[in-house]
């Protein structure tokens, strides 16, 4: 019979590393030759190798305006998280915020980049400067309260997925995360109560199934274990979690 999986196992679910640009507002006029590399930087589409020369041309050209280098950097370092190049990302990250140093999106990826390269502390000073130049964005403490989870610090993080709920009551990220720190910490009912909320808001999810199947197999509840990894299979089939506590409850 396989060992069972640990809830602290469970995948935790940040925002997608450098995902989100900040309203940089209206882009001056520029020469021609560097509106079309700024077309190209900002592209969602085409190679990525183009795409980061056209950013680098935008960056370093000396008669753009700031705003404008400011958005060339921080695209070019979105392009480079994309391509796994997390230390490229951060001094790209580092440039824009030099250019303006109240830019919470630049803080923002810069965190996502530095927790990709495992440097902790600097993820949370970044997300904490994000949440104090903009308190309103729920991702911010999102992805800091992960962080604070994958040191075992659960009230903290805790007490950021609570205030990024409070702030969008309509994601099921922080809920599911919530969920997960309070059973880390041992407390299934809870745990449970927060992945029964998330299910209302994204009955689609198999993460949020496995978990509440973990939580009530924790607390002995086989029957609802058994359910709940059996929904997950019928969402994605091959889902190896699901399967494995199948496995573990003597199948469906």
Known sequence: MPARKSMAN???APLAAGMLLAALGC??????STTDA???CRADSGPAAARIAACTRVAEDARADETTRIEAFLQRGILHEEGGEWEAAVRDYTEAIKLDDKNATAYFNRGNAHDQLGQI??????????IKLDPTDPDFYNNRGQIY???GEHDLAIADYTEAVR???TSARPLYNRGLSYANKGDYQRAIAEFDQAIRLAPDDTDLYVARGAANEELGNRSAARADYGKALE????NEDALEGLSRLGGR
């Open 149 to 151: 989870d994958s040191r």
């Open 27 to 32: 882009i001056p006029v520029v020469a021609q």
């Open 38 to 40: 700024l077309n190209t």
């Open 235 to 238: 969402i994605d089939a091959d």
């Open 121 to 130: 502390d600097l993820a949370i000073a970044d997300y904490t400067q994000a």
């Open 10 to 12: 469970l995948r935790l």
């Open 167 to 169: 702030l969008d009551g």
